[in-house]
């Protein structure tokens, strides 16, 4: 075969990218991150992190470093405007699932996974992917604008909801060539503050859900009291679906919608003044998966986004994209010495990966329709109340065992980890 520039050629440098060249780093398989952008721009504000993705990182030793900039969330509170329903303790999830949920800036997980994955040096920035060419005899390749060009034993699209690798791959095989996601009609708000000096350390560590008429709206807990918001409402008027992300909107226009909203942290009770504190805001477009594509096809697979993008209600999407990295891992590591023919080993990451991010693209649906009350019948309403206000919190923590127990990891690189297999004591 000629020659290649690394056995693995990853197109995408998001949670899902990163993540998988860092395995790569550390199990030494030689990588390649191509990235579109010029510097890096992690999409939104900040990121809540579950005992699922925790695992891998902590492997990576990224888990140390992100606890010392992040929140652990200890309580969940339930408005139902400026009503109390509920809350909700989260101190058991630790203890039952090894890690807890963790609220970070967005940037600062980016900049740490950039780190841990080699930054400029086998991250080549300004590399925006046109097309992949995976023909017998040859190695694959991945071709850009500038009519540059990568080869490489495997490529992996993690390049995001509006993947060119699945497009290729769509266009191979003579299917549907544009990307099968749809626009749900909903708009995401999101900023993070500077450090909320009305609040203190009774406030550290809990997020909220805001139910209000109109819209919903989650605030999450980060380093110093800082908050990241994000808010869901209906798109109104003119809404370019193309577009996943705008920041040219202003805190201005989210006051508009949430300005007089009740939040327990804000001065006076008004969401607005927690909004002027904004150091960064940003908006874009929910979508949702309709035909799940499959995950690989020859030499070439999907992660991430790219594969499965879900609503973020759930606040999974970074979290499965972390899961796919450290599955895919694992089989690159088992299978090292094979890499140059590797449809079986891309057929069995698929087959290990496609049901449950199946699932939990279409749990994120339903729950989006749980957590805005539009469930059929109109039932919504009751039902929301019900789960809400009235289930204990020792329900949720064994009920979300389906998803926190399954924390896939990189055998290979199990004397970097600060657990044992077994969740839930710490190595000595
Ligand atoms: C408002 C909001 C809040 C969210 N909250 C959470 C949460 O709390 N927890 C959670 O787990 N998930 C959350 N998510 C989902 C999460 O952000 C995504 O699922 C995650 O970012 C997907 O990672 P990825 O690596 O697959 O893709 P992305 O992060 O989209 O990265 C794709 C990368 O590929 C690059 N790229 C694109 N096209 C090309 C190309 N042609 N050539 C080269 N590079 C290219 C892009 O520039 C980008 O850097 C949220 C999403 C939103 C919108």
Not at 20 to 47: F, N, W
Not at 159 to 185: E, Y
Not at 259 to 284: C, L, T, W
Not at 292 to 306: C, T
Request: with cysteine; proline share 4%; hydrophobic share 40%.
């Amino acid at each position: 075969m000629a020659a290649i520039d690394a056995e693995i050629i990853i197109v995408g440098a998001g949670i899902g990218g990163l993540t998988l060249a860092t395995i790569c780093r550390q199990l030494g398989i030689s990588y390649r991150v191509l990235e579109r952008t010029e510097t890096l721009q992690p999409v939104g504000a900040g990121i809540s992190l579950a005992p699922n993705a925790l695992r891998v990182l902590d492997q990576l030793s990224i888990y140390e470093k992100l606890l010392q900039a992040s929140q652990k969330l200890r309580k969940l509170q339930i408005w139902r405007n400026n009503r109390r329903w509920n809350t909700l303790s989260l101190d058991t999830l630790e203890p039952t699932y090894g890690y807890p949920i963790l609220s970070t800036e967005r940037h600062n997980f980016h900049r740490l996974l950039y780190a841990a994955a080699g930054e400029g040096e086998d991250v080549v920035l300004n590399s925006k992917v046109v097309d992949v060419i995976d023909a017998p005899g040859e190695p694959v390749r991945v071709v850009l604008d500038n009519g540059k060009e990568f080869r490489g034993h495997i490529v992996i699209g993690a390049d995001g909801i509006r993947s060119a690798v699945r497009r290729a791959l769509l266009k191979k095989n003579d299917l549907n060539q544009g990307n099968t996601i749809q626009f749900t009609g909903r708009v995401h708000f999101s900023g993070i503050t500077s450090p909320l000096r009305n609040c203190g350390a009774k406030e550290l560590g809990v997020a909220n859900w805001m139910l209000y008429d109109q819209a919903i709206l989650t605030t999450w807990p980060c380093q110093d009291n800082r908050q990241w918001y994000i808010g869901v409402k209906k798109a109104e008027g003119d809404v370019d679906k193309n577009r996943s992300v705008w920041s040219s909107i202003t805190p201005g226009d989210i006051k508009t919608v949430y300005g007089r909203a009740f939040h327990p942290f804000a001065e006076g009770g008004q969401f607005g003044n927690i909004v002027d504190k904004s150091e960064r805001v940003i908006a874009s477009n929910v979508f949702q998966e309709v035909e799940f594509p499959s995950m690989y096809d020859g030499r070439v697979a999907l992660l991430g986004d790219a594969a499965h993008s879900m609503t973020s209600f759930f606040g999974q999407g970074g979290c499965q994209a972390i899961e796919d990295a450290a599955v895919l891992g694992n089989l690159l590591a088992e299978n090292r010495t094979s890499l140059d023919s590797a449809h079986e080993l891309l057929s069995m990451y698929a087959k290990t990966r496609e049901s449950r991010t199946k699932d939990l693209s279409r749990f994120s649906d339903s729950f989006a329709l749980l957590h805005t009350a539009q469930l059929p019948y109109g039932t919504g309403p009751f039902l929301r109340w019900l789960l809400y206000a009235l289930v204990p919190t020792w329900f949720w923590v064994s009920y979300l065992g389906w998803l926190y127990r399954y924390q896939p990891t990189v055998a290979a690189l199990d004397s970097n980890s600060n657990k044992p297999s077994a969740y839930g004591k710490k190595k000595a």
